[in-house]
């Protein structure tokens, strides 16, 4: 669907007590909730259905850093995967990144040209991975239909302008759901669990999930639950009855209605920042 200025997007994925996902839901089975007052959803749409599968656009932060030196083979193997695995996509954003940011799209008959990309970066520099995150979510406002971002890295930033804690607002305000791939297993023990517990913050800020392979016998499980997740998730839009543009942050909760639905699990994002009224309309009686 299109999202217009102030369409609210969120998405959705359901699961049940076992961790399958719950596929075949209509609209009349959500409802959606900002702080604590039910909202209209105006746009539903399925990830499985094939109108919904053109509308993808996927994104990729490729990590080449010198720190990677150690994982880039199991990196590459794991996006070349992924991408293989979802073949329907409208376009591919890539972004790879080390002490410099670079971006670049792909539609999907230049497949090969991003393969060779991506096998042809060698590792080394600084990690510049929350500028390089900055510059993904910066172009996001010229896309539309659904944006799902898979980021490939150690976890690490030895680089960037932009804080963590700038690089979770950012976040917040996106409408993305985010992957977090995590290479670890050549980190610092003192480093590893904090850069395990920020690319989980990274994920699940926007109800994404996080994966830590250790091997190539990891990635074909971890891309599979990926791909499931991506075209197991419904879209839902509204419009906010607080038509505030006070760029306050306003939490969402997603329910699900009907008692024969209360033991599924619902994950989505958690909230989004109002759109924000700038100085110069306000100044001019706009």
Do not use: C
């Not at 996006?79 to 972004?95: H, N, R, Y």
């Not at 497949?111 to 995150?133: M, N, V």
């Not at 791939?181 to 920020?198: A, D, N, P, T, Y």
């Amino acid at each position: 669907f299109r999202s217009g200025v102030d369409l609210v997007n969120v998405g959705v994925m359901v699961l049940d007590k076992r961790g399958n996902f719950i596929t075949d839901l209509s609209a009349r089975d959500f409802e959606v909730y900002e702080e604590g007052e039910r909202q209209t959803v105006s746009h539903f749409s399925r990830g499985g259905t094939a109108a919904e599968a053109e509308n993808l656009r996927l994104g990729l932060l490729f990590d080449t850093s010198g720190s990677m030196h150690d994982d880039i083979e199991l990196a590459r193997t794991a996006a070349i995967k992924f991408l293989k695995g979802l073949p329907e996509a409208q376009d591919i954003t890539l972004v790879d990144f080390d002490t410099e940011v670079r971006i670049a799209r792909y539609g999907q008959a230049d497949f090969p040209r991003l393969i060779e990309r991506i096998r042809g970066r060698r590792p080394e520099g600084l990690t510049a991975l929350y500028d390089a995150l900055g510059v993904y979510l910066d172009g996001l406002t010229e896309l539309e239909g659904r944006k799902v971002l898979v980021i490939y890295t150690d976890g690490g930033d030895t680089r960037s302008a932009v804080t963590f804690a700038d690089t979770l607002g950012m976040l917040r305000m996106a409408d993305v759901t985010v992957y977090t791939i995590g290479f670890l297993e050549h980190q610092v023990g003192s480093m590893r669990s904090q850069q395990k517990m920020q690319l989980m913050q990274m994920a699940e800020t926007t109800g994404g999930q996080a994966f830590f392979p250790v091997s190539t016998r990891n990635l074909t499980d971890i891309f599979d639950k990926v791909v499931a997740q991506i075209r197991a998730q419904y879209s839902l839009g509204f419009t906010s009855r607080n038509a505030r543009k006070d760029g306050t942050w306003r939490k969402i909760e997603v329910r699900l209605v009907g008692s024969h639905l209360q033991a599924l699990k619902v994950r989505s994002r958690k909230g989004y920042f109002a759109p924000l009224l700038d100085s110069s309309s306000r100044g001019s009686g706009q």
